[in-house]
């Protein structure tokens, strides 16, 4: 075994492509990933955060904050996924208010 470590992640193949990213805490991020290290510490430029719901803090609305060029720590990381070639679906687990 080699002494160097792996990310589990290959964050390359998104590098000056846009990412969204969610954190502790509950803010979400998306802008366009300009580097990033092993510890998952990210660098994102054109970065708008959504901001969040005032009567639901667990809910983001549309409503954008532009934040420009910044680092996301990585231990505050949850998820990174790619803005192209994600839709927004309606909740398949929903039930309809008659049952």
Same mark, same amino acid.
């Given at each position: 075994?080699? /002494?160097?470590?792996?990310?589990?992640? *290959?964050?390359?193949?998104?590098? *000056?492509?846009?990412?969204?990213?969610?954190?502790?805490?509950?803010?979400?991020?998306? +802008?366009?990933?300009?580097?990033?290290?092993?510890?998952?510490?990210?660098?994102? &430029?054109? =970065?708008?955060?959504?901001?969040? *719901? =005032?009567?639901?803090?667990?809910?983001?609305? &549309?409503?954008?904050?532009?934040?420009?060029?910044?680092?996301?720590?990585?231990? =505050?990381?949850?998820?990174?996924?790619?803005?192209? +070639?994600?839709?927004?679906?309606?909740?398949?687990?929903?039930?309809? &208010? /008659?049952?």
């Amino acid at each position: 075994m080699s /002494g160097r470590k792996e990310t589990v992640l *290959d964050l390359a193949k998104f590098i *000056d492509k846009g990412v969204q990213v969610k954190l502790t805490g509950g803010r979400q991020v998306t +802008g366009t990933l300009k580097g990033y290290d092993q510890l998952l510490n990210l660098v994102l &430029d054109e =970065a708008l955060e959504f901001l969040r *719901d =005032a009567d639901d803090p667990l809910k983001t609305t &549309d409503q954008t904050r532009r934040l420009g060029l910044i680092v996301c720590r990585g231990t =505050a990381v949850m998820l990174v996924s790619p803005t192209d +070639g994600t839709d927004e679906i309606a909740n398949p687990f929903l039930q309809p &208010d /008659g049952i």
